[in-house]
């Protein structure tokens, strides 16, 4: 199975910021990677699909990178309402969730 | 606009069935992978498995021994039935629409299941 890890688990940030959080693939998955947000008590938004194209209605503060093994979500410049949790998932092979890496308010 | 909506009871005892139905509205079933994902409280995201419109499955390996997924055209629904539940089964149930590109971007607003005697 694919396991997928997301570093850091928590990132306090102020608005503003640039964040970036990193997915590492357990094997290679090319570009198979998603981004999804989850606020509490919502069902997770799609924001990047195969690994840096964004999904339509996206803010464009959001980008993704990488290949292989070791990806990248940034968020160029943090707004209030991106306070929330953020997943990677790959669908390479079954489908497999990261831990989630939670934004706070530094 | 594709709309998914949960349905189902909150509440299951160990070692039964949970089951849950998903109303697919504002689109079609063909051409699509339909999902079920669920949440523990307070945790992280799990991919339960999907069925493509055509009736071919994909399971969760963990999974895989208690699952069925099923698919009623008739109706716009797919169905989940996960066998001899436990309390670590206990979680908000999400079902979602996954298109041909990886893409899950319709979502149903989830259903608590809790496994409890």
């Known amino acids: 199975d694919i396991q997928m890890t997301q570093s850091p688990s928590t990132l306090s940030a102020s608005v503003g910021d640039r964040v970036t959080i990193t997915c590492r693939a357990s094997?290679?998955?090319?570009?198979?990677l998603a981004w999804y947000q989850q606020k509490p008590g919502k069902a997770p938004k799609l924001l990047i699909y195969?690994?840096?194209s964004l999904e339509s209605g996206v803010p464009s503060r959001f980008s993704g990178s990488g290949s292989g093994t070791e990806f990248t979500l940034t968020i160029s410049s943090l707004q209030p309402d991106d306070f929330a949790t953020y997943y990677c998932?790959?669908?390479?092979?079954?489908?497999?969730f990261g831990q989630g890496t939670k934004v706070e308010v530094k | 606009q594709v709309q998914l909506q949960e349905s189902g009871p909150g509440l299951a005892k160990p070692s039964e069935t949970l089951s849950l139905t998903c109303t697919v509205s504002?689109?079609?079933?063909?051409?699509?992978?339909w999902s079920w994902i669920r949440q523990p409280p307070g945790k992280g995201l799990e991919w339960i498995g999907y069925?493509?419109?055509?009736?071919?499955?994909n399971y969760n390996p963990s999974l895989k021994s208690r699952l069925t997924i099923s698919l009623d055209t008739s109706k716009d629904q797919f169905s989940l039935k996960l066998s001899s539940v436990t309390a670590a089964d206990t979680a908000v149930y999400y079902c979602?629409?996954?298109?041909?590109?990886?893409?899950?971007?319709?979502w149903g607003r989830g259903t608590l299941v809790s496994v409890s005697s």
């Open positions: 979602a629409r996954e298109d041909g590109q990886g893409k899950i971007a319709y």
């Open positions: 504002g689109g079609s079933l063909s051409s699509y992978y």
């Open positions: 069925i493509f419109y055509s009736g071919s499955t």
């Open positions: 094997q290679s998955i090319s570009t198979y």
């Open positions: 195969k690994a840096s």
């Open positions: 998932q790959q669908y390479d092979s079954y489908r497999t």
